[in-house]
């Protein structure tokens, strides 16, 4: 089973307008409310691609309670623990380019953070452990190196994060980080990375723990190194991107998906980049079909 933690989801609006008028009313030409937070991107992802996956994390509220109910529809099995705070509710307004106000979501206290690593003690040999997105307040920077560590040795630790909470979690020697080329340049405090030198990038974190390193380099494609030293890369195929949101999540959960069929890191990588681009090239998340055709072409 494959198991995805999102520490502070949200409820997602996302409107479209054409043009931005600062200090006046802007109407939207079409808007929706989708489940938010890196975790349940995955989730949905794999769902869409018959992979079947389990939802932790915290939920709390109206909100929370809706979140939920986005989520059945989506055929994912719900395990989150409940809060007395209110799931945050995310605007996203893509004009062209995308202007994020996310809110800063659900404190956590001791007693929750011990209810998930509960949970996740109990997680079986083969299982994958799925840690991204955004802490909120009241976790330390060290909680997905806690959380990771609480899995037994046989779980595969997926860890997409920043920073910090990164730096920490490497500690843990996950299987898998998936940083894309801004996050790499924040993470080493450095204003560029040339493509000849995200080798070098990936190699340092491997060095500091983690076991395979993907890279995502937006539309030139994605860079891997894995635990052989051995390094592969993908172009991405041509298209329209419309929103470049959940990519990275989409190409977590196209790797996940089809590691777990082939345990072949080129073919995992290609359909990984042809997960996040269908993403990209859709109002939201991808469906199956068209990841299968961008992976096929």
Wanted: glycine fraction near 8%.
């Amino acid at each position: 089973m494959i198991y995805t933690v999102t520490l502070n989801p949200s409820l997602d609006y996302i409107a479209f307008t054409d043009t931005i008028c600062e200090g006046k009313t802007n109407r939207t030409k079409d808007e929706y409310i989708v489940p938010g937070g890196k975790g349940l991107n995955i989730s949905i992802l794999l769902s869409r691609l018959c992979c079947p996956s389990t939802a932790l994390g915290f939920i709390g509220g109206f909100t929370g309670k809706e979140l939920q109910n986005l989520l059945k529809a989506e055929s994912i099995n719900c395990n989150f623990t409940e809060v007395a705070d209110t799931t945050r509710i995310n605007f996203k307004l893509n004009s062209g380019k995308i202007t994020e106000f996310n809110g800063s979501g659900i404190t956590l206290d001791t007693d929750k953070i011990e209810k998930l690593k509960t949970r996740i003690k109990n997680l079986k040999s083969g299982d994958w452990l799925c840690l991204s997105g955004s802490i909120p307040k009241g976790a330390k920077a060290d909680i997905y190196k806690e959380l990771a560590l609480s899995a037994p040795d046989s779980v595969i630790t997926v860890i997409d994060a920043v920073g910090e909470p990164l730096k920490q979690a490497l500690l843990a020697k996950p299987f898998l980080i998936k940083p894309n080329r801004d996050e790499l340049c924040d993470f080493f405090g450095v204003d560029k990375i040339a493509d000849e030198d995200i080798e070098i990038y990936a190699k340092k974190l491997q060095n500091m723990g983690a076991q395979n390193v993907m890279i995502s380099l937006g539309s030139a494609g994605a860079f891997l190194l894995n635990s052989n030293g051995k390094t592969y890369f993908q172009k991405a195929p041509e298209g329209n991107p419309i929103n470049t949101v959940a990519a990275g999540d989409s190409m977590i959960a196209g790797f996940i998906k089809r590691y777990c069929e082939t345990n072949d890191f080129a073919d995992s990588l290609k359909f990984a980049v042809a997960a996040g681009s269908a993403t990209a090239f859709s109002k939201w998340l991808a469906e199956k079909d068209l990841i299968y055709k961008l992976y096929n072409s």
